[in-house]
């Protein structure tokens, strides 16, 4: 039986982090490599993609690699994981954080916010929904089809606490600007991380006989700088009165993509401040 101690060790298990070199995706790198995993960086950008990588191997001593793929086409994340195999062997882990999150203040043409519903462009929508949802969908097949033949892994969906709860779009609300120009949250938000969920839940029981289990992170908002008033509204909507700080989800990861979460398949773990249990 292992110590709890050993329970954390990831020494040597190559983790696949999709959008791994945006905010979080590093974060998530950092937490897989301060435990001994190896991060595998999957991003647009391969030159940012090898800066993580870099910066991952040179602060933790193991073996981090960057590698460029668009995971909305399924011949890229079949030649991801081929590089990967060849390079590392292997793949354990998969964490679908890849997302388009567009920060909430443009304004469209004539005057018209275009995040809002009414005229929220199809473009748009498919390209949201492409990224979040069928990124994670292709990379889920390939990766965890490739862990079920080899004994087992980890599939972690980054879903948010805007998969249980509507966004509430008074906190974006901007004073002196007409309703019509208005940023709102975008509806495709909500959309792929509620897919997640459900995605997470069908991915559960699929290859569970070959030892492959699935689990989502719902995280809440995270304290990036934002402006003082939208930071301020927001933490009145969560009972600890704070975002989070971008830091505050690593452990959190490394239990889930851990043999310390050995027993956890289809769940989803809450970790928002306690905003949704208002």
């Keep these: 039986m292992k110590s709890v101690r050993d329970m954390f060790d990831l020494t040597g298990k190559v983790a696949v982090i999709t959008g791994g070199a945006g905010m979080l995706g590093q974060k998530h ?4 490599g301060e435990f001994g995993g190896i991060p595998v960086i999957v991003d647009i950008d ?3 993609c090898d800066r993580v990588a870099d910066k991952i191997s040179q602060q ?3 073996n981090s690699l960057g590698i460029s793929a668009d995971i909305t086409k399924q011949d890229h994340v079949e030649v991801l994981q081929d590089k990967i195999l060849k390079q590392l062997g292997r ?3 998969l964490i679908n954080n890849a997302a388009n999150n567009p920060k909430v203040g443009s304004t469209g043409l004539d005057g018209v916010h275009n995040s809002q ?3 929220f462009p199809l473009e748009i929508w498919d390209q949201d929904i492409a990224v979040g949802l069928t990124g994670s969908f292709l990379c889920s097949r390939t990766f965890g089809a490739t862990m079920a033949l080899n004994g087992g892994g980890v599939i972690l969906n980054i879903a948010s606490d805007l998969a249980l709860i509507s966004p509430d779009q008074r906190i974006y609300r901007r004073e002196g600007i007409p309703k019509k120009a208005q940023s709102v949250k975008p509806v495709t938000y909500s959309v792929v991380k509620s897919g997640l969920i459900g995605l997470t839940r069908y991915l559960a029981t699929y290859w569970v006989a070959q030892g ?3 689990n989502a992170l719902s995280p809440g908002g995270v304290y990036v700088d934002q402006d003082k008033a939208f930071v301020k509204r927001l933490s009145q909507l969560i009972p600890m ?3 989070a700080d971008k830091d505050e989800y690593k452990a959190a990861i490394v239990f889930m993509v851990s043999d310390a979460s050995s027993y956890m398949n289809g769940s989803n773990l809450v970790i ?3 905003r949704t249990v208002w």
Excluded: K, P
């Design 91 to 93: 793949v354990d882990i």
């Design 272 to 274: 928002d401040g306690g």
């Design 46 to 48: 391969q030159g940012l």
């Design 60 to 62: 933790f001593g193991v």
């Design 117 to 119: 519903l009414e005229v």
């Design 212 to 214: 492959v289990r699935c």
């Design 29 to 32: 790198a950092e937490a897989i």
């Design 241 to 243: 009165d704070r975002m």
